[in-house]
């Protein structure tokens, strides 16, 4: 059987957690995919304690330059695994490592030093959902649904994850998405704040690799300064700038990027 448009002609990097597969490729592009398509994608506390240690080690690859998160067989994930969080809720110790675990996850996402995108298909809930707000943008397709949903459940959503989504859409949009836990579809996700570009399904993986594509073309000593002023509040921006501006100074990217403009020519960075 082909492989999806995403992880076709890649190389497949070893994660060693069954469900969640990785591939690199030549073109400076990583992707990560949820692979328990029988479950949706559901996500196992064995993938949530292995996404940080294979997000570094992919951040370690001196090839990459951006990172597609995505979801097998037409689903991005319909969050964590229910079966394991009635046995999880059993003991009140064991829900307090899950979430720990969960958080790390999450946090490790959104700290890797490359743009990341996620690529909705299908249902993004839960703690699905969680993930693709980690990431830097959401390229969504118009039929997905989308939506967290502990209200349905009587879980207490993280203060990081409830922060991030604020962050993201809103204080009052974040209240009306977790407060009633309902769905938006991809259609309407842009309104809100969910997704930075809305496409119809045959289309969204050429247009989020063509994307990730040209990230891979632009400096990483911008856009990592870019990631590091916006991960922190705004009145600590500037000191996590300092290093990168220092850095600036020295490094060549400048230098390249404005002789390139003067010739005509793209940059090579």
């Known amino acids: 059987m082909a492989r999806p448009p995403l992880t076709r002609d890649r190389s497949p990097f070893p994660t ?43 951040a370690e690859q001196p090839g990459v330059r951006a990172l597609l998160v995505t979801g097998a067989g037409g689903t991005f994930s319909a969050g964590a695994d229910i079966a394991e969080l009635v046995e999880v809720y059993a003991d009140p110790d064991q829900a307090d490592d899950y979430h720990a675990v969960n958080v790390a996850a999450e946090e490790a996402l959104a ?7 996620a690529v909705v298909h299908g249902a993004c809930v839960g703690g699905g959902c969680q993930l693709a707000v980690a990431c830097d943008l959401r390229f969504v397709a118009e039929d997905a649904r989308l939506g967290i949903t502990p209200a349905k459940l009587g879980v207490v959503y993280p ?7 604020a962050r993201l859409v809103g204080p009052a949009r974040a ?23 809305v496409a119809p399904g045959a289309e969204l993986d050429a247009a989020a690799l063509e994307f990730a594509r040209l990230l891979t073309r632009r ?8 990631k590091a002023a916006l991960a922190v ?37």
């Open 16 to 58: 060693q957690v069954e469900g969640l597969n990785a591939f690199t490729g030549e073109d400076g592009v990583a992707v990560l995919e949820f692979a328990r398509p029988h479950r949706r994608n559901a996500v196992t506390l064995a993938i949530w304690q292995a996404l940080p240690k294979v997000l570094l080690r992919l």
């Open 111 to 117: 700290a890797f030093p490359h743009p990341t995108v």
């Open 159 to 165: 203060a990081v994850p409830t922060l991030r989504l």
């Open 175 to 197: 209240k009306y998405l977790l407060f009633s836990g309902e769905l938006v579809t991809g259609r309407d996700s842009a309104a809100i704040g969910l997704a930075d570009r």
């Open 219 to 226: 400096s990483a000593q911008t856009i990592g300064a870019v």
């Open 233 to 269: 509040p705004p009145e600590h921006a500037a000191a996590a700038l300092e290093p990168w501006e220092r850095r600036s100074r020295e490094a060549g990217d400048v230098r390249e990027g404005l002789a390139a403009f003067l010739e005509g020519r793209p940059p090579r960075f």
